[in-house]
């Protein structure tokens, strides 16, 4: 339903949001976090007859991925070609095993109650 300026409230199956096409958000922040509009962004923007693949950000785009991984990923060398430095040796952490056995998991609350009451 249309309120205005951009701004339609949506009756979802249990619940109602509020969509403002104009900032791109919903009240169930989907739109918010992915920039992806939801399924009751794009019913309003289907009552506006507004394509929903162009509300879309950029950084979605297909030459956006081509541009991220446009440049190449360069490769180790030999471990022997490694410049050796004056730093301290890298030790993998030592761990201590605790004494005895390890404590068992509660159970919880409620069976604990009940067992009390049944020895009363
Ligand atoms: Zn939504």
Known sequence: MPAGQGIFQVQSKENTYIVDIVNKQCECRRWDLTGIPCSHAISCLRHERIPPETVIPAYYSVEAFATAYANNIWPCKDMAD??????????????????????????????RFKKEMDLS
């Open 82 to 111: 490694w410049e050796k430095t004056d730093g301290p040796p890298v030790a993998p952490v030592v761990y201590e095993k605790r004494i005895g056995r390890p404590p068992k998991a509660r159970k919880n609350k409620h069976m």
